[in-house]
């Protein structure tokens, strides 16, 4: 089925701000019209700015410098209450910051050799059972579990086994985080690889390849039985992978998607319906998918083991708001439609995708 051009959502430019420094990540702030901005001032120091949307523009309500320059934060380990902010630099450091005293870290750990590329947070804000957690991959090669109840040691820590290369991990994300036991990450690194945890195991559950370096990982939902896992690639690739049913060789059932021809930076799924999700593109683009789920969702092999049946994806919308790439994306929590960007232009843009009940 079509959707006829009325129908279709459409992407709105609401609000956009030129910063005077490189902007590597972007986050709503939960329950707020506030957003914050995380980057790497001109003289090498880290930038935090919390903007507030007033209207059609973006005011500047403080900005906070730091050490060593911001590539990732998150919300995600934190009670909406607290509302702390875990960020990771570029000396390797995971940092806990509350924004209403930010002059000192709650928590501060050099979790890692490089600069940690990925942060991702669960067990706060109300979504997903078990600790508060955060996850950090790191180009040094290893990805860390951190709970900051717990001070200097991470609670899991992926490296490569003896004689592994080490490969630039370029993206973490947590998922089925149902119930107290169960979790996982997810892992993407520079070489293709994609390789999934059980932290209830403390084991390697599952890992592919998909031939280009993964730039983007993210489950539709973090606080489900794992349900659909979205990678995105350089050759502007990405895969949808039906996480219900792993097969015993075959692993997890997917469809792939060349979107355009560069690298897709960002996935980010609509946290108010988990089979829409936005692209954001090297060419300075961002594309709307849908996933439709198959008839029937797995079948069994000619042994009797039940395999998983991938979907298709279909394109809704999509926009070019910049000539460099859009490098983060954030959907606000509270406000259907509402969504954050940065790109290499040094600027931040807020959207307001339309429609989106209509598809």
């Given at each position: 089925?079509?959707?006829?051009?009325?129908?279709?959502?459409?992407?709105?430019?609401?609000?956009?701000?030129?910063?005077?420094?490189?902007?590597?990540?972007?986050?709503?702030?939960?329950?707020?019209?506030?957003?914050?901005?995380?980057?790497?001032?001109?003289?090498?120091?880290?930038?935090?700015?919390?903007?507030?949307?007033?209207g059609g523009r973006l005011a500047l309500l403080r900005e906070i410098e730091k050490a060593k320059p911001i590539k990732c934060g998150t919300f995600g380990a934190a009670s909406?209450?607290?509302?702390?902010?875990?960020?990771?630099?570029?000396?390797?450091?995971?940092?806990?910051?509350?924004?209403e005293a930010p002059e000192i870290p709650l928590y501060s750990v050099k979790g890692h050799k490089e600069i940690i590329n990925s942060i991702d947070g669960v067990g706060g804000?109300?979504?997903?059972?078990?600790?508060?957690e955060i996850v950090t991959g790191s180009r040094d090669g290893t990805v860390k579990v951190w709970d900051p109840r717990q001070k200097d040691t991470p609670v899991a820590n992926m490296e490569p086994v003896q004689g592994e290369s080490k490969r630039d991990c370029w993206t973490v994300a947590f998922g089925n985080a149902y119930n107290q036991e169960e979790r996982v990450v997810?892992?993407?690194?520079?070489?293709?690889?994609?390789?999934?945890?059980?932290?209830?195991?403390?084991?390697?559950?599952?890992?592919?390849?998909?031939?280009?370096g993964v730039c983007s990982v993210e489950f539709d939902r973090k606080d489900v039985n794992m349900n659909k896992l979205v990678a995105t690639s350089l050759e502007g690739k990405f895969h949808v992978f039906d996480m219900r049913t792993q097969h015993p060789t075959k692993g997890f059932a997917s469809v792939s998607e060349k979107a355009q021809k560069s690298t897709i930076w960002q996935v980010r799924h609509l946290p108010q319906n988990r089979d829409?999700?936005?692209?954001?593109?090297?060419?300075?683009s961002l594309h709307l998918w849908k996933y439709e789920y198959p008839?029937?969702?797995?079948?069994?092999?000619?042994?009797?083991?039940?395999?998983?049946?991938?979907?298709?994806?279909?394109?809704?919308?999509?926009?070019?708001?910049?000539?460099?790439?859009?490098?983060?994306?954030?959907?606000?929590?509270d406000k259907k439609g509402l969504c954050v960007?940065?790109?290499?232009?040094?600027?931040v843009r807020v959207l307001i995708v339309t429609k989106l009940n209509k598809v």
């Open positions: 089925t079509t959707t006829t051009g009325l129908e279709r959502p459409q992407v709105v430019a609401h609000a956009q701000q030129a910063l005077a420094y490189t902007l590597f990540d972007c986050k709503w702030v939960p329950r707020s019209a506030r957003l914050l901005c995380l980057g790497s001032a001109a003289r090498g120091t880290g930038l935090i700015q919390l903007y507030e949307l007033r909406l209450q607290q509302r702390y902010l875990a960020t990771g630099d570029f000396g390797g450091n995971l940092n806990i910051w509350n924004l804000l109300g979504i997903g059972e078990g600790a508060p997810c892992a993407g690194y520079d070489n293709g690889d994609i390789k999934l945890f059980d932290l209830k195991t403390m084991s390697l559950r599952w890992e592919t390849n998909i031939k280009n829409i999700f936005m692209t954001s593109g090297g060419a300075g008839a029937q969702r797995s079948k069994k092999d000619s042994e009797g083991a039940e395999m998983g049946v991938a979907g298709s994806v279909s394109l809704l919308q999509n926009v070019t708001l910049s000539t460099q790439p859009i490098s983060s994306l954030d959907w606000s929590p960007c940065g790109a290499f232009d040094q600027t």
